[in-house]
């Protein structure tokens, strides 16, 4: 923690978006504990990325084109699902319900996705794992962005 009278230093929103899924920091007034500052500061540094504005093209592995972005169900579940491992504690009783569907609909079948076809489900097979969507086999990914994509939340 900084000592007095000197200026506290936030890590930035994705740093702290990776504490919050690792479970480092469980609240924002965690954090703002942690580093001296007040809730609202952490708040702020968050805001943009709040309320289904988290910055999924930081956190997602492929190189998305923008008309499958919009593909309204499966883009619009694994964004659900990113905020759920992200900010749990903001869905709704409504969005909570509609991602513990979305999970129970993968045990069957996992979420794939390619530049030529899109979001397409797949089945699943032992080899994908408890994984929401496969993760593309030429890029290393840290261990904390693949628990992202992971069935379980991350508390």
Known sequence: MPGPGRPSTL??????????????YKTQKEIADAYGVSESAVSHALAPYKEGKIDYRAIMPWDVLPKHLSNPRPARALRLHLRAQLEYHTLTAEEEAEHESWIASLKSRTLHYDQ???????????????????LPKDVELPAETVDLYRMTRKR
Do not use: C, M, N, Q
């Open 116 to 134: 030529s076809g899109g979001w397409v489900y797949v089945t699943r097979i032992p080899e994908h794992g408890d994984l929401v969507v496969l």
């Open 11 to 24: 890590p930035t929103a994705s740093e702290i978006f990776r504490l919050l899924a690792k479970g480092t």
